[in-house]
């Protein structure tokens, strides 16, 4: 196993958050304060779980995490991004979908422990297109929760809007999971196959029988 370090797109997000919070700090304004400060942690953590886990990141898998972090958070919220711009909640909602199809497969491939003959690709691809689906179906969840509980407007447009969200969702576990499906096969969805590739390799002791096989 290696370790890589963060890239510099990463290194550059936390430094622009490191200033708004000073900025923010000195203006007082302690919003967008918290948000910078939260975002900041979080971006540090996916890959102090993946230690904790024994899983290695790769970089694009790392500066992918962390600039969904930004973006929704930081980006979402402080710069107001989400009313400036219509399409923003959408490319977000494909984005992480698109990457939960992705983890979906490589999860359920790790459990097969790379056996590409433990099961027909169509089913493992199936499995992982469920778990893309079923993260963004939570996610709703958590939305609708807390407008009801807490008076939040997440949901926007309310029924419209997570509808909306859930049939991009689906669209992006879909593709992901259809990228796990061809990378099976031996081909490419775009430069899919090659992130799937890139994980595999950093992490083959859980992919002791593919590793095998080549």
């Given amino acids: 196993m290696f370790h890589i370090k963060s890239s510099l797109v990463v290194l550059f997000i936390q430094a622009v958050l490191v200033v708004e ?6 203006t007082q304004t302690w919003s967008a304060v918290f948000v910078a400060v939260s975002t900041l942690v979080l971006t540090f953590l996916p890959q ?4 904790y886990l024994g899983i290695e ?5 790392l ?3 962390v600039l969904f972090i930004f973006a929704t958070l930081f980006l979402g919220e402080v710069a107001d991004f989400y009313e400036r711009f219509w ?5 977000l909602h494909f984005t992480s979908a698109l990457s939960f199809g992705l983890m979906g497969f490589l999860l359920i491939f790790m459990l097969f422990e790379g056996d590409r003959y433990a099961a027909p690709p169509w089913a493992l691809a199936a499995l992982a297109f469920c778990v893309g689906v079923s993260i963004g179906a939570m996610w709703e969840i958590f939305e609708f929760s807390m407008d009801q509980l807490f008076g939040m407007n997440m949901q926007k447009s309310g029924l ?3 509808m909306t969200d859930l049939i991009i969702d689906t669209a992006g576990a879909a593709i992901g999971a259809f990228a796990g499906f061809l990378f099976l096969k031996g081909r490419q969805l775009g430069g899919l196959g090659k992130v799937l590739d890139q994980f595999v390799q950093a992490n083959e002791r859980f992919y002791g029988k593919l590793r095998k096989k080549r």
Avoid: E, H, Q, S
């Fill in 57 to 61: 990141l790769p970089k694009p898998f």
């Fill in 160 to 162: 419209v809007d997570t």
């Fill in 87 to 91: 399409w923003w909640d959408v490319v």
């Fill in 21 to 26: 919070a000073v900025i923010g700090a000195m």
């Fill in 63 to 65: 500066t992918g995490i």
């Fill in 48 to 51: 102090r779980f993946a230690g």
